[in-house]
């Protein structure tokens, strides 16, 4: 199956900054959502995005297929971003997603 | 409130013992799916319903069954749970190949 690695695996911010995290996978997709995991265990969908550039509000994400990664912006970190990121992909057609280990972050006031 | 349901939020089982957890999504989505999450391992695939009336197999589906009862409604069955289920099961639903998944609330289970 196609492996995806996250970096970084977790990754400490004070409220305010700025943050990049990355996805990289082995294989091409045509499926890559990133989520967010927060503290109540509550799985939420940020961005389906095979390719190209989205925003929404201080998140963006952009992927570039043809070199199989992907980076998740954050910017003006609040702590409310606190939790764990997903990046996942899919390579068939029934996008069955294979997940990543997830970035750890933590936001601190 | 559209999106997908799921019951119970937490349960203990005994070796042995039986159950089914539920999935329900008002969203007319084709595709569901049920996913396990343990640490340090991720969330991996159990089953997945393409669409109404398919089921097939994930990366995991030793121990488990599924129906598809309708285009809303997808069940996960545990005939004999052993310890090794203790997990949290999310079951997800998407319009299908080309579109974002929403996910459930989740389920606790904890098998002694």
């Known amino acids: 199956g196609i492996q995806v690695e996250q970096s970084p695996p977790d990754l400490i911010l004070q409220e305010g900054a700025n943050s990049t995290l990355r996805c990289n996978f082995s294989d091409s997709v045509n499926n890559l959502q990133w989520f967010h995991q927060n503290p109540w265990g509550q799985l939420i969908n940020l961005f389906y995005i095979p390719s190209g550039t989205k925003q929404n509000g201080r998140l963006s994400a952009t992927t570039v297929a043809t070199e199989r990664y992907s980076l998740l912006y954050i910017s003006s970190s609040q702590t409310t971003d606190s939790g764990v990121y997903f990046c996942a992909v899919a390579a068939d057609s029934w996008g069955k997603l294979q997940f990543g280990a997830g970035t750890q972050v933590v936001v601190t006031p | 409130n559209a999106g997908v349901t799921q019951t119970p939020k937490f349960q203990v089982l005994k070796t042995g013992q039986s159950m089914t957890l539920q999935c329900a999504q008002d969203?007319?989505?084709?595709?569901m799916y049920w996913y396990r999450q343990d640490p340090g391992m991720g969330l991996r695939l159990i089953y997945y319903s393409a669409s109404e009336g398919t089921t097939d197999k994930g990366e995991v589906p030793n121990g488990y069954n599924v129906s598809r009862l309708n285009k809303r409604e997808f069940s996960l069955r545990l005939e004999s749970a052993a310890p090794s289920q203790t997990s949290v099961y999310f079951c997800a639903s998407s319009a299908g190949q080309n579109y974002g998944y929403t996910f459930g609330s989740g389920t606790r289970l904890t098998v002694v």
């Open positions: 969203m007319n989505h084709n595709s």
